[in-house]
């Protein structure tokens, strides 16, 4: 069964800091890894996807992700933090081939951003 | 853009009770799927749903638990006598096609059983 790790439930960054979440999967073949974000009382929107071709992905907002497949990870990235950027991240990953595509999602990493 | 639209936002019902949660996907989406997120917890898949049937569950997705797609537009979760432990939001989500496709998620419906 696949299953994903956001290490840090929490991270704490100030103003134009680089912001780093990481995300580590457990799957015997390398599945599609997603990067989904909840602001307050809204729902889950999609950030970035890695499904095939160049592993570093660009997303919306100024992030992006790396597929490293030797290290089963996909970290999300942003040089420099706004305050707009403070809300849930979580990645997520679907087994490649699967008929309900399924996502199984990490606990999520709570982002806050300092003045 | 076209979004996912879940009702009601937030729903209050004695244990017990039957509830239902209505969803209506992307208008060209052909996949729809409920999650569900306990407070504090992982969300968590619970069914998809593909050419009017489930094409996938989970283990929390038992027999107090239905889906339907009663007409062309809306696609409705039932939980059939609800627990205190299925307090819960509960999203709805469509996609155009699976593996790998963009899964898009509606707001929530957030569910409290009392």
């Known amino acids: 069964a696949q299953s994903v790790t956001q290490l840090g439930s929490h991270v704490s960054v100030s103003e134009g800091a680089l912001v780093l979440l990481r995300c580590n999967y457990s799957?015997?073949?390398?599945?599609?890894l997603f990067w989904y974000v909840q602001y307050p009382n809204q729902g889950l929107q999609l950030l970035l996807k890695?499904?095939?071709?160049?592993?570093l992905v660009k997303g919306i907002n100024g992030f992006e992700a790396e597929f490293k497949k030797s290290e089963t990870s996909f970290h999300l990235t942003k040089p420099s933090a706004h305050m707009s950027d403070a809300a849930e991240y979580f990645c997520?990953?679907?087994?490649?081939?699967?008929?309900?595509?399924?996502?199984?999602f990490g606990g999520g990493t709570r982002l806050m951003v300092k003045p | 853009e076209p979004e996912v639209t879940q009702t009601p936002s937030h729903q209050v019902t004695q244990m017990g009770q039957e509830v239902i949660l209505r969803c209506v996907p992307i208008?060209?989406?052909?996949?729809f799927y409920w999650y569900r997120q306990i407070l504090g917890q992982k969300v968590e898949f619970l069914v998809s749903?593909?050419?009017?049937?489930?094409?996938?569950k989970s283990e929390i997705f038992d027999d107090q638990f239905s889906v339907e797609r009663p007409d062309g537009s809306n696609f409705t979760l039932k939980i059939r006598s609800t627990k205190l432990e299925d307090s819960a939001m509960y999203f709805c989500?469509?996609?155009?096609?699976?593996?790998?496709?963009?899964?898009?998620f509606g707001e929530g419906s957030w569910l409290t059983v009392v």
């Open positions: 989500a469509s996609s155009e096609g699976r593996a790998g496709n963009t899964i898009y």
């Open positions: 799957s015997s073949v390398p599945p599609y």
């Open positions: 890695y499904t095939t071709g160049a592993t």
């Open positions: 997520a990953v679907s087994e490649r081939g699967n008929a309900g595509n399924m996502l199984t």
């Open positions: 208008s060209n989406h052909l996949y």
């Open positions: 749903f593909y050419n009017n049937e489930i094409s996938e």
